[in-house]
């Protein structure tokens, strides 16, 4: 008989079906190998968590996201630059959420409200990728500053991301916007345009281009220019001396997911000292004090970024795209 329970319990308990898991969907634009790094320590610290992730570059993330607002899919935004937060925001696209320990964060990174729609966890900034072994072959100088990169030297040498698709291509139009103000902002970007070999989509892929030796200049963010560099790429990232033009990644809990206890979870770990860790692998700065900063990248980017205004960059953000496609995309 005990023999008989014993086989009987054992029957039910493999016939119990396994402990559901609570589904999380996150619209992101974090690079595809910091979301692996990062996942990783999701699935070990919130093993409960089911997460579907769709990852696009920033502006098709956005594009899709905005779409779907009378269906809403998405419960978590991670990893969007601030300046479409913002857009989400005023559209009424964002539920207000406080996640655990945002005390910590530091002023300049999270939303004005209180509680806020958004939550800062990174600072990204622009950067530019040089090939040195293209340089050596056609005999051109390193570029030293925005302005060196409309120099005819450069002529089809130079690579950057379309603004339209890309979240580090709005960043450095925007903060040249800003820097030069408008009209003296635009006719530098109509002598850029002379230099320019393509526009890309992702703000990657510039680096990646220079890297690879199929152009000599990459206009795209710092970690990436890092990456390529330690990989083995002969390139050297160049912070412009005018100053860099700078984003940060953000946060954010949809309308859809108002009472979704999981996303909230999600959010929660997002600004953990774990998080934290893993952020400061990639960036130079991240919305706690006191982490590391990557070697090769300055201690204090304060001395090196251009300030972004960044309710300037969302309220303007619709109409300066328009005139960068009516001047560039012909």
């Known amino acids: 008989m005990r023999r008989l329970a014993f086989s009987l319990l054992v029957l039910v308990l493999f016939a119990m079906p396994a402990a559901a898991k609570d589904t999380v969907v996150v619209y992101t634009a974090l690079e595809p190998e910091q979301i692996t790094d990062y996942m990783k320590a999701v699935n070990k610290t919130l093993p409960n968590l089911d997460v579907k992730m769709l990852r696009l570059s920033t502006g098709d993330i956005s594009a899709r996201f905005m779409a779907e607002?009378?269906?809403?899919?998405?419960?978590?935004?991670?990893?969007?630059?601030?300046?479409?937060?913002?857009?989400?925001?005023?559209?009424?696209?964002?539920?207000?959420?406080?996640?655990?320990?945002?005390?910590?964060?530091?002023?300049?990174?999270r939303d004005k409200a209180n509680p806020p729609a958004w939550v800062g966890i990174d600072i990204y900034m622009s950067a530019f990728c040089f090939?040195?072994?293209?340089?050596?072959?056609?005999?051109?100088?390193?570029?030293?500053?925005?302005?060196?990169?409309?120099?005819?030297?450069?002529?089809?040498?130079v690579v950057m991301p379309n603004p339209n698709s890309s979240g580090t291509g709005y960043l450095s139009v925007a903060s040249i916007l800003q820097r030069m103000k408008e009209p003296g902002g635009w006719k530098y970007l109509d002598a850029l345009d002379k230099n320019m070999a393509e526009y890309t989509k992702s703000g990657s892929k510039p680096c990646k281009d220079a890297a690879a030796g199929e152009r000599a200049i990459g206009v795209s963010f710092e970690y990436v220019a890092m990456k390529m560099k330690k990989d083995g790429a002969p390139v050297e990232m160049v912070l412009p001396k005018e100053g860099s033009g700078y984003e940060m990644e953000a946060n954010a809990l949809t309308r859809k997911a108002k009472n979704n206890a999981a996303a909230k979870a999600f959010l929660d770990w997002a600004i953990s000292d774990e998080a934290m860790r893993l952020y400061s692998k990639y960036f130079a700065a991240v919305?706690?004090?006191?982490?590391?900063v990557p070697e090769g990248l300055p201690k204090d980017i304060s001395k090196v970024v251009y300030p972004n205004d960044f309710d300037w960059s969302a309220k303007n953000r619709d109409r300066i795209l328009a005139e960068w496609q009516k001047r560039y995309q012909k």
């Open 287 to 292: 919305s706690v004090a006191g982490f590391p």
């Open 131 to 157: 090939n040195t072994e293209i340089a050596k072959k056609k005999n051109l100088p390193k570029p030293a500053s925005w302005a060196d990169l409309t120099k005819p030297v450069y002529k089809n040498e």
């Open 69 to 109: 607002k009378d269906n809403m899919q998405a419960d978590v935004v991670w990893g969007v630059a601030a300046t479409n937060m913002l857009v989400f925001k005023n559209a009424g696209l964002l539920e207000a959420y406080a996640p655990k320990g945002l005390e910590r964060v530091q002023p300049l990174f």
